[in-house]
Every structure is written in structure tokens, then in C-alpha cells.
């Protein structure tokens, strides 16, 4: 099993949630968070005055699936999430060496 962690645009979740269902990809966590990377924030006028925005607000996707729908799922959130432009965000996919469905005690990929 993989876990893919995204870090996305916020007006990109409604595309990237429907681009993985099309895929019969369903189950994510989804939390709002703030970070930079590359892009270092950004700056803002208020009133006249210039202010920095150090912690740029993003989606944050974490979706655990087996290993053969892990290219599914990358292309979905890519082709969905892509705009071209600094900030789109990024993935991370790690392993996950189990999983248990609590309601059940089913395990592994039985468990998603």
C-alpha cells in the first residue's frame, strides 16, 4: 500500500476529488494548511500599505490506496491540479506497511 500526501491550490480540490473518483479512487483526508516552498510567499496591499503573506494557504490530500492504483492517482491529481504556474504544490508518496479497519478488524488493503 502507498500513502500519497498532496499539497494542492484550494481551487483545485473539487477538480482533483472528481478526476480521482473517475478513477474509482473514493477514500482521502482532507485538510486545509499553510506552508511556502519555492515561491516564498507572496506580498499584498492593504489600505496603501505593502504587507508579506509568509505562509501561503493550500489543500492538503491524504489518500492511502493499493500499489497498483498509485499511478492512477498521480495522474488524476496531476492533470487536475496543474495550472503551470509557481505554487501548484507537490506529492509525496511513501509506503505504508498496514492498515486495520477498526469497525472490523479487516487488514491491509482489505482494510481500505
Known amino acids: ?39 516564498q510567499g507572496q506580498t499584498s496591499t492593504f489600505r496603501g500599505s505593502t504587507y508579506a503573506l509568509n505562509l501561503v494557504p493550500k489543500v492538503k490530500l491524504d489518500i492511502v490506496i493499493p500499489d497498483d492504483q498509485l499511478n492512477d492517482c498521480l495522474e488524476a491529481i496531476i492533470s487536475a491540479a496543474q495550472t503551470g504556474e509557481l505554487g501548484d504544490g507537490k506529492i509525496f508518496v511513501s509506503e505504508v506497511t498496514d492498515a486495520i479497519r477498526i469497525r472490523t478488524g479487516e487488514r491491509g488493503p482489505d482494510a481500505l
Request: aromatic fraction near 6%; hydrophobic fraction near 40%; proline fraction near 3%.
Open 1 to 39: 500500500m502507498k500513502r500519497v500526501q498532496a499539497y494542492i491550490r484550494l481551487n483545485k480540490l473539487e477538480p482533483v476529488k472528481d478526476a480521482l473518483a473517475s478513477r474509482g479512487i473514493l477514500g482521502m483526508s482532507v485538510l486545509e494548511t499553510r506552508g511556502f516552498g519555492r515561491q
